[in-house]
């Protein structure tokens, strides 16, 4: 069936198909004592009295937090509310938007493809997406005024993943280019499908030259209809038939189901009076499948459901009896790619769809060398430390984002952990 007319099927007929179906798929994550790994039970305590502290100080609803070493799970903490005015728990089986921890997942399916030999990291985007064959790259002005010089550079699928492609995130306190993107609302949720998205974002100037710099940007979005056009499926399907089925992520989708919808958490904004509900809009983009799917930031999901992705890249792209990437592709993904002339200007590198912690310290984090990493815009974040075999996972829904407790997370886990 071509792609063509694959889109003229409804996502939602599909989508909700796939997840009825796979629910027979779900494991439950293997479990052991903290001490059998190398932890000391009484010093993890501490992770759940550091999120109490966070939650009586009005900076959080509620938190999830848990912690896997050699693909068993050794911690699990879950303090506060969800809700709030309701006054209901936060449970393990709560559901998150995500937000951009989208990205790692959309990077896995992209290196899926590539070796499927479908897709090349060197490849131009404009293979996939035409539109992009004429890119140009800003140089003054704005409005009427702006100039533009044709790109010297094509821009690369290895560029979307590393986050070197030109592009950016419009904000209208931003850069001329970001205004112009801010302007014309080219963010994928206003758009009726990825290809329009795709073409109206290709008008855009870039930023700068494919590869000569790091922004961070819609190119996952990017990556999304790249992933699309090449293995012939919408991403939704992808995405459920190739990694949220083998892996057992049952609760995992670009939207959320009536059965579900008790469960997500409430989405709040730090104020000066304190934590106050974001309101509707913040999961009204979620009721339904949407016509234009979010790979940059576009998913919903649970903390069981991400520890299994993240323990398949620990475990080198294997998990729950399915093998999605090798082990080699899994190393280049987690391997820092940005050049030393974009390196000297950060603390830290970016492989093919995460940080990439090449010295933790640099950037006063805990854990091993070669530790990765990535966050939702709603304060969720995980990280893979390949060198000592752990999984972290901490989950809130805040719309104010900060790294702090990201970094009290990571410090919190390895005071715990004696080796």
């Not at 999830?64 to 006054?87: E, P, Q, T, W």
């Amino acid at each position: 069936m071509h792609l063509q007319r694959r889109e003229l099927l409804t996502t939602a007929a599909a989508a909700a198909l796939s997840l009825t179906s796979s629910r027979s798929f779900a494991r439950d994550l293997p479990t052991t004592s903290p001490k059998s790994q190398g932890f000391d039970p009484e010093r993890l305590k501490r992770i759940g009295v550091a999120l109490q502290r966070r939650v009586d100080a009005g900076e959080a609803p509620g938190f999830l937090a848990a912690i896997m070493r050699n693909g068993k799970l050794v911690h699990f903490d879950s303090v506060g509310y969800r809700n709030i005015a309701s006054k209901i728990p936060m449970s393990r089986d709560t559901i998150f938007r995500i937000m951009s921890m989208t990205k790692p997942i959309t990077s896995v399916a992209a290196m899926m493809l590539v070796e499927e030999n479908k897709i090349r990291l060197t490849d131009p985007v404009s293979k996939f997406i035409p539109a992009f064959a004429q890119s140009q790259i800003y140089v003054s002005g704005e409005g009427a005024d702006m100039v533009t010089v044709p790109a010297k550079r094509k821009m690369q699928i290895r560029n979307l993943m590393m986050h070197t492609s030109g592009l950016s995130y419009g904000t209208p306190r931003g850069s001329a280019v970001e205004k112009l993107q801010a302007e014309r609302k080219l963010s994928v949720q206003n758009f009726s499908s990825l290809p329009e998205f795709c073409d109206a974002v290709a008008k855009l100037p870039l930023l700068f030259e494919p590869g000569s710099k790091w922004n961070y940007s819609i190119a996952t979005d990017i990556l999304g209809r790249v992933i699309e056009v090449a293995s012939g499926q919408p991403l939704a399907e992808f995405f459920q038939e190739r990694i949220f089925v083998p892996l057992g992520m049952t609760e995992t989708a670009f939207f959320i189901t009536p059965s579900q919808a008790k469960r997500v958490a409430i989405s709040y904004r730090a104020t000066e009076k304190g934590l106050e509900n974001f309101g509707p809009e913040a999961v009204s983009r979620f009721l339904a499948p949407p016509t234009a799917p979010s790979g940059g930031e576009g998913l919903t999901s649970t903390a069981d459901d991400y520890l299994s992705f993240a323990s398949m890249l620990l475990n080198e792209g294997q998990w729950n009896g399915a093998r999605l990437l090798g082990p080699e592709s899994v190393s280049m993904m987690r391997a820092n790619h940005l050049p030393k002339s974009i390196m000297d200007t950060r603390d830290s590198g970016f492989g093919l769809g995460f940080g990439v912690d090449l010295i933790p310290a640099s950037r006063d984090y805990y854990g091993g060398a070669g530790s990765y990493h990535w966050s939702g815009a709603q304060r969720t974040h995980f990280w893979v430390d390949p060198t000592n075999k752990i999984v972290g996972l901490s989950m809130t829904q805040v719309d104010d984002f900060d790294n702090y407790f990201e970094e009290d997370m990571r410090a919190l886990t390895y005071q715990a952990f004696m080796g």
